[in-house]
């Protein structure tokens, strides 16, 4: 669903290394999607001082030292839900129906928070929009 393409900012060759990591996947025939959403990530950043990507759309992170990641990790989410046509939502459902059942079936439920006063659950889920649609005509509360 995506390419993520992580540099080592400081190697000498690190141009050329780029062009060639291209050359490559553009010579396995890839659906130009794939292409055209790649994540590009230039590591090591630490190494340089101050250092700022001047290509576009780069992500500059730091492995080592956890610079940049919380960044990192968002876009590859973002780009993930869009390649697979998904959305994270978070939905208030009773405890006492099917409806955390069923998300259970035919989602991704990330976290769950229940509130004991009312019997409801507040659900966090990765979802379809198809399956969400279904979801709303099940359970239209």
């Given amino acids: 669903d995506l390419i993520v393409h992580v540099r080592d900012i400081t190697h000498p060759e690190t141009t050329l290394?780029?062009?060639t990591v291209l050359s490559v996947l553009k010579n396995l025939n890839l659906p130009s999607h794939l292409l055209d959403s790649m994540v590009e990530v230039h590591n090591k950043v630490d190494l340089i001082e101050r250092y700022k990507p001047t290509e576009e759309n780069a992500l500059a992170i730091s492995a080592l030292h956890g610079h940049g990641l919380e960044e990192l990790k968002e876009e590859i989410e973002k780009k993930i839900l869009t390649a697979t046509g998904k959305k994270i939502l978070t939905v208030k459902v009773n405890l006492e129906g099917p409806q955390l059942s069923w998300l259970y079936k035919e989602a991704?439920?990330?976290?769950?928070?229940?509130?004991?006063?009312?019997?409801?659950?507040?659900?966090?889920?990765?979802i379809g929009n198809s399956a969400f649609g279904r979801y709303k005509n099940l359970f239209p509360n």
Avoid: H, L, S
């Avoid at 928070?113 to 966090?124: H, L, Q, S």
């Fill in 108 to 126: 991704t439920v990330q976290e769950v928070e229940v509130m004991p006063e009312d019997g409801t659950a507040r659900v966090k889920v990765i």
């Fill in 17 to 19: 290394q780029k062009a």
